[in-house]
């Protein structure tokens, strides 16, 4: 499904985007990273949750 949003986003011209994750959550990061994230800083919320992010071009 992850894939499919990124080929949708690249018919709309998005040539790079953005996405984040909670750093509890290993199964949405292996699938950022099996589609081509690269990451970027992580930070901590509020609450002390820490979120990754990660850049992927389309």
């Not at 699938?31 to 990754?52: C, H, Q, R, W, Y």
Request: aromatic share 10%.
């Amino acid at each position: 499904m992850f894939s499919l949003a990124l080929e949708k986003a690249k018919e709309f011209g998005i040539t790079k985007a953005i996405i984040a994750c909670d750093d509890w959550n290993a199964a949405s990061e292996k699938t950022i990273l099996k589609n081509g994230g690269m990451p970027d800083a992580s930070f901590t919320e509020a609450d002390g949750n820490i979120v990754k992010r990660f850049w992927i071009e389309t």
